[in-house]
């Protein structure tokens, strides 16, 4: 991209995103991609709601029930709620950190290409009739029953999309441990920064058992290995520890970054700085922590036996204390504060006593004798929802409308914002507060029906209801998205009028070196000491007007995930098809083909000139 | 291009230079002699339990091969990859976590989940 306005054609256009490894639009990618995801599982959870409506209903089958849950849980885990984060955590986490990119961008380009090809693997199972139907966490005993290719695509998907996640998250760590600005020290460092490291962290150590369990689960259905057959001296257990030594952490990759949108919101429209930010950094990591010590509670009724159960349950309770840490802190940040209630701040305030209620819960659940009463039934499934949606997803919706202009140049129309959000917090707590109550009457989770005459037809009726008014909140989201690209109204470095950390003192969207000279960072919320100062531009540069330094574009990850994704369909069809064979092996070549062309391909990038630079600087604003 | 600076030493660097690299020598071939003094110790403990020798039990064998494995690591990060030296502490954080990690997953399954 020149630094010259220049009309292009849309081949240009296309090649130029096929390509690209600047940070903020790969940040942009995830976001499209993560929101395509998010509108898929959201269709798969209104049909599951529609399945429930009514006792004895069979709009769907049961077997297809089955691949609808299996498919809603993996599909707004893996490639919703994670990829919108990470699309946040690119396009922000450089900007505040005073970076002009990330530290890997071809890296990260291939982060998302593998995410994307992944995805689209997983999701291609519907068009062959032969969807993974043995639940998000795919338990090997059921895994290994299920017929057909349905557990094979999710096997050989997430491998593809988790190493994509976990390039992403190696990337971050080396970002912001070695391009930090000079004077920012870890303490200054803003929240969402300092969350986005510790996630980055916890995805670096969760996802290689992830990686293992699912190629142990490849090798038992595709090559005929025998980890999880008891009969053939296998255990079915070993895949539930392997699963949730992963999956505990990545509930809290989910939870931590949305923590830092929210402590970003709560001090930006408080117009306070953050109430004990040390406390907050430590409580951040202490979750990262203990977030790994406490898998077992997913497996309290497996029979492990009352010490496991204990010691678990107590180190669970545990998390408890950082996380009620954080909420009196946020309490603390807005109490005596200037406030606005923007929607961002809105999604924020509803946050806190959506995600205590399901921490509550989630503490209710870490008691061992009270899961052996709650578990598999609705108040679970109630209690996942209220902390991954009134946590992770409120977290996205409040991070779109907070990052929007930042990231797009353009500000989201408030009222529409305010309306998805009175819709979708409504209808939230509509479709998961009554079905605490569906758990503790007896209905179990993932059946596709129930009889008549069990008292539980109201309550998943009004659930129903629920989540048709969360489908409104959504599409008038998407609307607003649509009647604010067309209006394409630009606005200012700082549309909210209280940024306080890097990326508000530059333009939105930042122009494709982020800035002009690296920042000097004097404090924590460096632009707001700045102004107070009497700095209006909101930064001191750290060093003079020089020539930059950037990655050139490349299309070598596009081609290598392309090559994985044909090596997954080849090791599916190995067996079965002549061509199967053929086809792992092509892709495979194809794959150590593009590797190849990356390291004996030299590329050193390119320099934007100090001319360049100085003709930005002085139409300030004009970026178009 | 950015411009390119020539650094002079003075001759006190000079020598504390030379002076470092002629002890972190010392260390590396000091370091090299033990790991192989104790990679023949290994071996030959093995050979001797095979060969029936009185006194090398497994259960003397195998504790003592799992602590010299351990010191081998230990010497082959600290000495040959430099984690001795300055500028190493993340690395060295991340490195922890990690073998904490693991030492607590392995220690859980022994002694609680497996008993």
Known sequence: MSSVAQKRGFGATLWDWLTTVDHKKIGILYLLGGGFFFIVGGIEAMIIRLQLLTPNNDLVSAGIFNQIITMHGTTMIFLAAMPILIGFMNAIMPLQIGARDVAFPFLNSLGFWMFFFGGVFLNISWFFGQVPDAGWTSYASLAMASEGHGVDFYAIGLQIAGGGTLLGGINFLVTIINMRAPGMTYMRMPLFTWTTFVASAMILFAFPPLTVGLFLLTFERMFGANFFDPTMGGNTIIWEHIFWIFGHPEVYILILPAFGIFSEIFTIFSRKRLFGYSAMVFATVLIGFLGFMVWAHHMFTVGLGPTANAIFSVATMAIAIPTGVKIFNWLLTIWGGSIKVTTPMLWALAFIPTFVMGGVTGVMLGTAPLDYQLHDTYFVVAHFHYVIVGGTVFGILAGTHLYWPKMFGTMLNETLGKVTFWFFFFGFHLTFLIQHWLGFWGMPRRVFTYMDGQGWNSANVISSVGALLMAIGITVMVYNIIVTSIKNVRVANDPWGDGRTLEWAIESPPLFYNFAQTPLVRGLDTVYIEKMEGNLSGITPAEPVQDIHMPNGSFIPFMLSLGLFIAGFGAMFRTEEPWGMAVLVIGLVWTFAAMAMRSLKDDLGYYVKKEDILKDMKRKGGQK | ?115
């Open chain 2, 1 to 115: 291009m950015s411009d390119v600076h020539v650094y002079k030493k003075s001759p006190a660097e000079f020598n504390l230079g030379q002076r470092r690299a002629r002890k972190s020598m010392r260390g590396q071939i000091m370091m090299f002699s033990l790991m192989i003094f104790l990679t023949i110790m290994s071996f030959s403990m093995v050979m001797a339990y095979q060969a029936d020798v009185i006194g090398f039990s497994k259960y003397l064998i195998i504790p003592t091969l799992m602590l010299f494995a351990a010191v081998q690591v230990g010497l082959q990060l600290y000495y040959f990859m430099h984690m001795n030296e300055k500028g190493h502490g993340i690395p060295q954080m991340f490195m922890y976590t990690g073998v904490i990690f693991a030492f607590v997953v392995v220690l859980t399954f022994l002694t609680i989940v497996w008993w």
